[in-house]
């Protein structure tokens, strides 16, 4: 396992110097909101999701992601308000994320147009463990373990769908805060910027008859320093059993399938098979998704009077 401890180690320091800080999810079609604030308000339901990552399964600190959205489509507001909480640990750091965010949807072009703002606030927070052998833990410019840091960032997105099609630009991270943690010396602060994320996304739903659809999708996520692409396939049978493949280039190879469990409770499931380096060391990795949709509704107030039967 020190072998394991030791690969960890060095792709926590190459992240920190040229990887992407957002989190990723291999059912990106299945969490649009997640990414693009854009989507805030559209549909008609109210749909709450939860979903939960186990990355390289096999690496000790490997990371592991949580997250909890909230899309509440609100009639007069045009548009609707959002939700957004997640944890992230990966190693020794441990970022949670609680967002809340409003996106305005228009009619366009015989599509919709969502334009959507959210403001996340984030603490980063170094757990315990062991940064180096004891003899050089005296070291002033370590973080010292169990501190933290408070932060403020925003994300915006654009999202476009038609009848039979979406795309969507976004990014966040706009304001590339900094979180300061305090170091071992207690004299000063580690400085980790944030990096600004863009994204893009888009699909398209192919109806084949008798009951499928095709459904490709594609992802590409960048921070200007490194790019990532994500190619998706997966086909509907009767609005209530899909399965697909996806393709990370130069990363993964994931199968998923999912089923829709009531009328408003979804289920899916995806397993990334690791074709890089990685493969060494990792048997993969596991991801599951919740998703409840649905709908309140307000009878209309019936004209006519009402009487009270004690004043009869």
């Not at 463990?129 to 501190?147: E, K, R």
Request: aromatic fraction near 12%.
């Amino acid at each position: 396992m020190k072998k394991n401890r030791l690969a960890l180690f060095a792709i926590l320091c190459s992240s920190a110097l040229w990887g992407q800080q957002d989190v990723q999810f291999t059912q990106f079609a299945n969490n649009k909101i997640f990414y693009n604030p854009g989507v805030i308000g559209s549909g008609d339901a109210i749909c709450l999701s939860a979903a939960h990552r186990s990355q390289w399964v096999g690496f000790d600190n490997a990371p592991t992601t949580q997250n909890f959205s909230a899309n509440i489509p609100i009639n007069f507001l045009h548009g609707g308000l959002s939700v957004n909480v997640s944890n992230d640990i990966i190693g020794y750091f441990q970022d949670i994320t609680a967002g809340v965010g409003y996106g305005y949807q228009m009619d366009l072009a015989g599509g919709v147009l969502g334009l959507g703002i959210r403001a996340d606030f984030r603490n980063k927070n170094i757990t315990s463990g062991v940064w180096a052998p004891p003899q050089t833990m005296n070291d002033p410019s370590l973080v010292g373990f169990g501190n933290s840091s408070m932060a403020t960032d925003i994300s915006f997105g654009a999202y476009y769908r038609a009848d039979n099609w979406y795309t969507g630009l976004s990014s966040t991270r706009l304001l590339e805060t900094k979180d300061l943690i305090s170091t071992v010396s207690g004299g000063s602060n580690a400085q980790i910027r944030g990096q600004r994320h863009y994204y893009w996304m888009g699909g398209y739903d192919l109806d084949l008859e008798n009951g499928f659809v095709l459904q490709p999708a594609i992802m590409v996520k960048s921070d200007l320093v490194t790019t990532q692409l994500d190619l998706n396939v997966a086909a509907m049978y009767n609005n209530q059993l899909y399965g697909g493949v996806t393709y990370r280039v130069n990363d993964a190879f994931a199968v998923m399938a999912g089923y829709q469990l009531t009328k408003d409770l979804r289920a899916s499931y995806s397993y990334d098979i690791t074709t890089s380096s990685l493969s060494n060391s990792s048997s993969g990795s596991h991801e599951i998704m919740m998703s409840y949709c649905f709908t309140i509704e307000i009878p209309p107030k019936e004209k006519g009077s009402y009487r009270n039967p004690i004043f009869l």
